[in-house]
């Protein structure tokens, strides 16, 4: 079945350095592949998304491009600051299904 | 506009007791979602309504589970005889149709005691 993988947490970064949250995923068919992000005492709301191979969806900052090949999405920022702490879900839509399917969620702290 | 919004926002409840928890949805959505979210735990799907289709229960944890959506808007999700291991938060998200971005709730955070 469909399902999504992303990295065990939790990480601590030190502000402006480099994030990289790997997800990948597994599918049938072609599946729309989002990230979500839940602040501390928030809701989850979708941070970016990509519907096919090769799109790259971005959004404050962070971007994450669709790799069919290696059947990735992962979530990468250039330079962190305290306000990203928060807990990030990698996600697929199946093409082929009514369901969403989320990764475990991986909580990220990043200390000035 | 108004986004989901969903209610109570806590429930502290005895064990065995029933419980109902409301959602309302983006107006215009017709998808509609449940999931719990353990503490430490990752989402986890319980029930899908699209339009007027039967829903998809495949996610339902037992059958002192079950959700309705009346007119396809608002939602409620009920749990009979609860259990410790029910406690949990309920969020709900709605979605402009499958497959789309799903829109969630602030979600209810559910104690039995």
């Known amino acids: 079945g469909d399902s999504v993988t992303q990295m065990e947490g939790p990480v601590t970064l030190s502000e402006e350095a480099f994030l990289t949250i790997n997800c990948t995923y597994t599918?049938?068919?072609?599946?729309?592949l989002f990230w979500y992000v839940q602040y501390p005492g928030e809701g989850l709301q979708l941070l970016l998304k990509?519907?096919?191979?090769?799109d790259k969806g971005s959004n404050k900052g962070f971007e994450a491009t669709y790799r069919k090949e290696t059947t990735s999405f992962h979530l990468e920022k250039g330079s962190v600051q305290v306000s990203d702490s928060a807990v990030y879900f990698c996600?697929?839509?199946?093409?082929?299904?009514?369901?969403?399917?989320f990764g475990t969620g991986t909580s990220l702290t990043v200390i000035p | 506009g108004a986004g989901v919004s969903q209610s109570p926002s806590n429930k502290v409840t005895e064990k065995g007791k029933d419980v109902e928890l409301r959602c309302d949805p983006i107006s215009g959505h017709t998808a509609l979602y449940w999931y719990r979210q353990s503490l430490g735990q990752g989402l986890e799907f319980l029930i899908y309504?699209?339009?007027?289709?039967?829903?998809?229960k495949s996610g339902l944890p037992s059958d002192r589970f079950s959700a309705e959506r009346t007119g396809g808007s608002v939602s409620t999700l009920t749990i009979q005889r609860t259990q410790q291991e029910d406690s949990a938060v309920y969020l709900c998200a709605s979605s402009l149709e499958s497959r789309s971005e799903q829109y969630f709730g602030p979600g209810t955070r559910l104690t039995v005691t």
């Open positions: 996600a697929l839509s199946d093409p082929t299904g009514n369901q969403f399917y």
């Open positions: 990509a519907t096919k191979a090769d």
């Open positions: 599918a049938t068919g072609y599946p729309s």
């Open positions: 309504f699209q339009g007027n289709s039967a829903p998809d």
